[in-house]
């Protein structure tokens, strides 16, 4: 068993995690690195917030820095779980596929084990494009209110947050093409669609809050 098999992705050591990245191993692959640049995102948003916790001009705003570190930092540790979660997801479609197929009946567990397999591997990111959106908002926050010393780090972390929400709408694309119902994969594309177009716009929003603070 390897180090990246038995170690959940939050305690390996970056080179660990990166070279089980670039291996020829199916997973971890594209939706766990959604998780982690997510993850990623999330501290930025916590960096910003305590650098502006304690500062002088900023004593209205103690609180909601308090909060922002709070909820950036809860979904840091969510994000990583989903990282482990996505792996663990499509190690699932693998398996299907080396399931038994010499009988009629075998063959018909090896396709609906395939089919919920997909499925599972689809969910998986797109939580986690769900979530990044979300906290997409709280980015912008971080960027506009907190320390302007610290606005490009909020800014990075929006823009982190806008990468994962894309790798993993990717990766809910290709999973959601192998799906034979059309209603579901139809469901799960316009689902994508929509948080697509609302990232796009919450980018632009921590953008431009970046630069109303370099102006001011």
């Known amino acids: 068993m390897s180090e990246n098999e038995m170690s959940p992705i939050a305690t390996q050591t ?39 916790i304690g500062k002088k001009g900023f004593e209205e705003l103690e609180d909601r820095m308090r909060n922002m570190v709070t909820e950036a930092d809860t979904a ?5 779980r989903l990282a482990d979660a996505d792996a663990h997801a499509f190690d699932g ?56 010393q610290a606005a490009s ?15 993993a709408i990717a990766n809910v694309e290709i999973n959601a093409a192998a799906l034979k119902d059309p209603t579901r994969r139809a469901a799960m594309l316009d689902e994508v669609a929509a948080l697509r177009s609302r990232a796009d716009g919450s980018l632009k929003g ?7 603070r370099l102006s001011s």
């Open 93 to 148: 479609v693998m398996a299907a596929f080396k399931m038994p197929k010499e009988t009629e009946a075998e063959k018909a567990a090896r396709r609906a084990a395939i089919q919920a397999g997909y499925e599972e591997a689809a969910q998986v990111p797109l939580e986690i494009a769900g979530k990044a959106v979300a906290l997409m908002e709280l980015a912008e926050d971080a960027t506009a209110m907190g320390n302007p």
């Open 153 to 167: 780090d909020g800014l990075s972390g929006a823009t982190s947050l806008y990468a994962a929400a894309l790798c």
């Open 14 to 52: 970056i080179e660990v995690f990166l070279e089980a990245l670039g291996s020829d191993a199916p997973t971890p692959g594209g939706g766990a690195a959604s998780a982690v640049e997510a993850a990623t995102g999330c501290a930025l948003i916590s960096m910003v917030a305590n650098l502006t």
């Open 206 to 212: 921590s953008q431009t809050a970046f630069q109303l």
């Open 76 to 80: 840091r540790a969510d994000f990583l």
